[in-house]
């Protein structure tokens, strides 16, 4: 499966082939900078849940829960091309392609799923509470994966 990921602001066209993701925060709608994507007439999962990675009573954390819900919608899908959105295209959107990669080719090693990652969307931060749910889900380690892809640029990941 081919994963790509943007942010509202840089949406590329899409086929209605393109099974699609959309991570906004709860209460938000899809800005004009993403009318493409609020025409895209194939397969769409909304997703509601805030970009944070630290407990917080205010917001709603990523859960298993939504990675329960994608796997429903890529075995529901199949999709051939998958495409992740968030707001900026950086976090929650990387985080979740990760895990639709890590869970459509579990043959491939960690740094070779983080390597994909980085290839289609080099200026991401995944967020680190969702690779960490991922991690505990498909009992993989792509937080070590991305803490040696990051430390080779010289960045920290997850931040302090």
């Known amino acids: 499966m081919k994963v790509t990921v943007s942010g509202q602001g840089d949406m590329p066209g899409l086929n209605d082939e393109t099974a699609v ?74 985080a979740l392609a990760l895990f639709a990669l890590a869970r459509t080719h579990p043959d491939l090693s960690d740094h070779e799923l983080v390597g994909r990652l980085l290839t289609a969307r080099p200026q991401c931060f995944p967020n680190p509470l969702i690779v960490g749910l991922v991690d505990q889900r498909l009992r993989r380690s792509l937080t070590g994966a991305l803490q040696d892809a990051f430390a080779d640029g010289g960045i920290p990941w997850p931040p302090a």
């Not at 205010?58 to 959105?85: C, K, M, N």
Request: charged fraction near 20%; charge should be negative; hydrophobic fraction near 40%.
């Open 21 to 94: 993701i959309v991570a906004l925060d709860p209460g938000s709608h899809l800005s004009d900078g993403s009318r493409r994507l609020a025409e895209h007439n194939g397969p769409r999962l909304n997703l509601q849940l805030h970009d944070v990675w630290f407990d917080s009573e205010r917001h709603l954390l990523p859960s298993g829960e939504h990675l329960q819900v994608i796997e429903a919608f890529l075995d529901t899908h199949q999709p051939a091309h998958l495409h992740v959105s968030c707001l900026a295209g950086v976090s929650r959107s990387a």
